[in-house]
């Protein structure tokens, strides 16, 4: 199959070229510019040089792909709005092509509100905290598609390789300053990006119209937890630092708030119509690899900016 995806050289959206192309399909992935895509096209990911601003830039080459994966999103003052409107211009080059396309919208489970640690899926209600309260509804254009094959993911907190929520712990213990959201006693839903990204090719491949996932490894560690784990691996022996939601959105934006959510997501609904199931060892079990791999992440990055 050709396809295309948003966010190609972003964190998910990389993981999710790269699943793609390794398990033979021709893939293309949208970049700001010919050095983000320089990385890609080593994984034989061939680059399309353009801006979710301006879907001109890439409409030519969706027009002419089967699946089309919209990973990318800018936190900018524009994001809610640029989002809506690609997800649109997806829809729409799926419309009279001979075959409809699969158009597979990135989510999350902050969509799914504090859950007081209660399991969720995909027929629970949401109550989206304020940075997601657009998603509800920009699922709903996706699943309800009448020209696509419409699919949304909604990942749980992702972790692994190059960052994800696990990168602020360990650049944090680099400082000697791990900070947790809240008190830190609340439940996460972690999921490690390669298994993420195996959801988004298996959801690629199986032909599927109208349905939603929730992705996540079915552990429960809490948030401080999992920040001590990465303190430790990072040889960091101090105490994790409680931020009080309020203070760190006033630092960091309305989104932290999602990071002193109590979450408890089932992702069985993968395992059935996908035959999905994480393949990596949980994040508190297995930090110390997962630290190793980051700090090798961040030592290529500062000699690639360097040269």
């Known amino acids: 199959m050709r396809i295309f995806v948003t966010g190609g050289s972003g964190y998910i959206g990389s993981a999710v070229a790269l699943a793609c192309r390794r398990a033979g399909h021709d893939v293309f992935g949208l970049v700001r510019s010919a050095?983000?895509?320089?990385?890609?096209?080593?994984?034989?990911?061939?680059?399309?040089?353009?801006?979710?601003?301006?879907?001109?830039?890439?409409?030519?080459?969706?027009?002419?792909?089967?699946?089309?994966?919209?990973?990318?999103?800018?936190?900018?003052?524009?994001?809610?709005?640029?989002?809506?409107?690609?997800?649109?211009?997806?829809?729409?080059?799926?419309?009279?092509?001979?075959?409809?396309?699969?158009v597979i919208y990135t989510s999350g489970v902050w969509a799914n509100g504090d859950t007081k640690c209660a399991s969720v899926d995909e027929t629970s209600p949401t109550a989206p905290i304020q940075a997601v309260s657009f998603r509800p509804a920009t699922e709903a254009l996706v699943l309800g598609s009448s020209s696509a094959k419409g699919l949304v993911i909604r990942p749980g907190v992702v972790y692994g390789g190059r960052g994800g929520l696990t990168g602020m712990w360990f650049g944090g213990a680099k400082d000697k300053s791990v900070k947790v959201i809240g008190e830190g006693n609340n439940h996460m839903p972690p999921i490690h990006v390669e298994d993420l990204a195996d959801s988004y090719l298996r959801a690629a491949e199986s032909g599927l119209k109208g349905e939603l996932f929730l992705l996540a490894e079915g552990s429960m560690p809490t948030a401080k937890q999992m920040a001590t784990a990465a303190a430790r691996a990072a040889g960091y022996q101090g105490e994790v630092q409680s931020w009080p939601v309020a203070d760190a959105a006033k630092a960091m934006g309305i989104w932290v708030e999602g990071l002193a959510l109590d979450q408890h997501v089932d992702s069985g609904k993968a395992q059935r119509l996908l035959g999905w199931a994480p393949k990596h060892r949980p994040f508190v079990e297995e930090a110390g690899t997962y630290f190793e791999a980051w700090k090798e992440h961040q030592a290529a990055a500062a000699a690639g900016a360097a040269a």
């Open 35 to 102: 050095e983000k895509g320089r990385e890609l096209a080593r994984n034989e990911v061939r680059p399309v040089v353009g801006t979710l601003q301006n879907p001109d830039s890439y409409l030519s080459v969706a027009k002419h792909c089967s699946v089309l994966i919209h990973t990318a999103f800018e936190r900018t003052a524009e994001a809610v709005a640029v989002d809506r409107k690609t997800v649109e211009t997806l829809l729409a080059a799926s419309a009279g092509g001979s075959e409809p396309k699969t």
